[in-house]
């Protein structure tokens, strides 16, 4: 056996599942738009994890780089239910029905289903770093993890994409 | 300004999700997920379940401990598995007869329900991750490790692709694409490339080729999709959402 033991592999592995499970689970719920696809997303990242074990044990904040597999796998599903919209389109004509979970939660606050509408509306790049900022409340380093960039254009990444939330917010305060 | 306050403060201090709300790591749906899992202890394990149901194996164990023996068949024609107790060919081993099957998941019951115990590895009836090597005789010998580089270490081949089950091959090879395309930030397509090539190569499937996309400006970063039909991965040129 040229790895560790699994036992004490799954030690490992449990007492990350156990410090992270419902970070990503609340990572995951915050970007999609079911419960199912949030599972889906958990699954997936966990999996990758308990695979790369060694990889995710040996990062310098072992939380970001579980996000950073839950962004990558979440994009990919992204990715294919968009072909698969396009592919209903073309064969019905409809688009599939989007139920999106964070407009069913805050429905009854106006002012803050605005801030997510106007946060809808920015570039997927601006809404991954506002949404880690705001909503994952990591730090610049850990948000530089989680996208794969360096930890000096962190701030002026946020800073713009504050800038542009703030903006498209007002417009629709102005409606 | 606008009179409401500032977007990004209101997103931060009303977080759509109510974590304190959610199913934390203890419930029966995470517990169930982690169990599923650990069940699947690297790469060949995640098949080897799979196969485990799908094909019905003659296995016949040789009830003695230590009565390690070889059957002479080309690796075309397989017979015969051995099944070693640790990663050493003068290990405690089982021979099995494998019917149409030569793949380490036919070392499964061995591990199961006995002979084989290495508690040095994992407890008694768990099956570690197995890694098949052929010998010189052209049968197949598994080990208990997930590296598939103790064949070399112990002056074995690997199995070429042709010698094990096309899904077991093809199975194995998203599960270690997937990884790395979930594993790395935007690669661009040159990088991802350089990195199937050397997954395939790995694995003994050069006789895979590898498709692009044209590049574009607008989608520096690669994504992938698989063809194994047609034995293809194709490389396609995606935009990059972090940056």
């Known amino acids: 056996m040229t790895g560790p033991p699994l036992e004490s592999s799954v030690a490992a592995f ?77 064969v019905h004509g409809l688009a599939a029905p989007v139920q999106d979970i964070t407009q069913i939660t805050v429905e009854a606050d106006e002012t803050l289903s ?25 730090t610049h380093e850990e948000i530089a993890q989680v996208l794969g960039i360096r930890p000096s254009l962190v701030r002026g990444r946020l800073f713009r994409a504050r800038q542009r939330l703030q903006v498209s917010f007002e417009q629709m305060e102005g409606r | ?88 060919l003068d290990s405690d081993a089982v021979g099995i007869a494998s019917g149409s099957t030569l793949d380490p998941s036919a070392c499964v019951s061995a591990w199961e329900d006995g002979p084989l115990v290495n508690e040095e590895i994992v407890p008694r009836g768990t099956v570690p991750p197995l890694v098949g090597c052929v010998t010189d005789a052209g049968t197949l010998a598994v080990f208990p490790s997930d590296d598939p580089a103790v064949c070399e270490q112990l002056g074995l081949a690997r199995p070429d692709s042709e010698s094990i ?21 935007c690669v661009s397509i040159d ?18 080729t590898i498709e692009t996309g044209p590049a574009q400006p607008d989608r520096p970063c690669a994504s992938f999709g698989m063809d194994p039909e047609n034995t293809t991965i194709y490389l396609v040129p995606i935009e990059d959402l972090g940056g």
Not at chain 1, 17 to 34: C, F, H, N, Q, W
């Open chain 1, 14 to 90: 449990e007492q990350l599942y156990a410090d992270t499970y419902l970070k990503v689970l609340a990572y995951a719920r915050r970007r999609t738009e079911s419960t199912a696809e949030a599972d889906d997303v958990v699954s997936a990242t966990f999996l990758v994890a308990w695979r790369r074990l060694d990889k995710v044990l040996g990062a310098d904040h072992p939380l970001a780089w579980l996000y950073a597999v839950a962004y990558r796998v979440n994009l990919n599903r992204r990715r294919s239910a968009a072909r698969a919209s396009r592919l209903r389109k073309r």
């Open chain 1, 114 to 138: 605005q801030a997510l509408q106007a946060l809808a509306t920015l570039s997927p790049a601006d809404q991954e770093i506002l949404r880690l900022a705001a909503f994952e409340q990591l």
């Open chain 2, 1 to 88: 300004m606008s009179r409401r306050g500032d977007a990004f403060d209101i997103l931060s201090s009303h977080d759509p999700v109510d974590e304190t709300r959610l199913d934390d790591h203890r419930s029966p749906r995470a517990r169930q997920l982690f169990e599923s899992i650990v069940a699947t202890p690297g790469h060949v394990a995640t098949r080897r379940r799979r196969r485990l149901r799908t094909f019905a194996y003659a296995a016949i164990a040789v009830a003695t401990m230590g009565a390690a023996w070889i059957v002479f068949h080309p690796i075309s024609n397989p017979t015969a598995v051995t099944c070693y107790q640790a990663v050493s």
């Open chain 2, 165 to 185: 089950a096309p899904g077991e091959v093809v199975g194995d090879l998203q599960d270690a694409l997937t990884d790395y395309f979930a594993t790395h930030q």
């Open chain 2, 191 to 208: 990088q991802a490339r350089d990195a199937v090539e050397n997954i395939l190569t790995d694995r003994g499937m050069s006789q895979w």
